[in-house]
């Protein structure tokens, strides 16, 4: 499990930053546009990955009071991009060092609507990796939808075949 875990993370980056490079190239008032889509826009859809991923991490270190980054967050898509990337490095970097029986550790935790739920780690880590899978899908509808034509492929298989 441990090695399609690191793979997971691997690609996650990869993938991320194919698209994070694209949007980069964009001009202030492409990247800042308010776009239809479940959040409204670059900024915001990638606002909400890095708020997922802070706030598994932040539960699965079992932590008692769980913050989205977002909350007062006033800086701009570079600022969101570097925390992004950081978080995602920081996952990567957990799996690499944890041993194989530690992604069968089961914690408890609370979702934004205090449910409590009770999940191994490796559930966990695949639904934070499909999740931004998801949400990689959006910015490219979003990109899409700005007029972009020149969008990387970030599929699972391309990033496998360029190893």
Known sequence: MKILLSQYASYHIWANQLLIDRIQKLPAELKNKVVLS???GLEKTLLHMWDAESMWWQRMKLQEQV???SDGFSGDIENIIKELTSQSKQWQQW?????EHIMDHEFIYSNT???RFKQT?????????NHGTYHRGQLVT????LGV??????????WSRKK
């Open 142 to 145: 979003i990109l899409r939808q």
């Open 95 to 99: 799996i690499n060092i944890s041993q």
């Open 149 to 158: 034509t020149d969008i990387p492929a970030t599929d699972f298989i391309v």
């Open 121 to 129: 780690i490796y559930q966990m880590l695949l639904h934070l990796f």
């Open 113 to 115: 609507k205090k449910e």
């Open 67 to 69: 913050t989205r980054p």
């Open 38 to 40: 479940s959040f409204s």
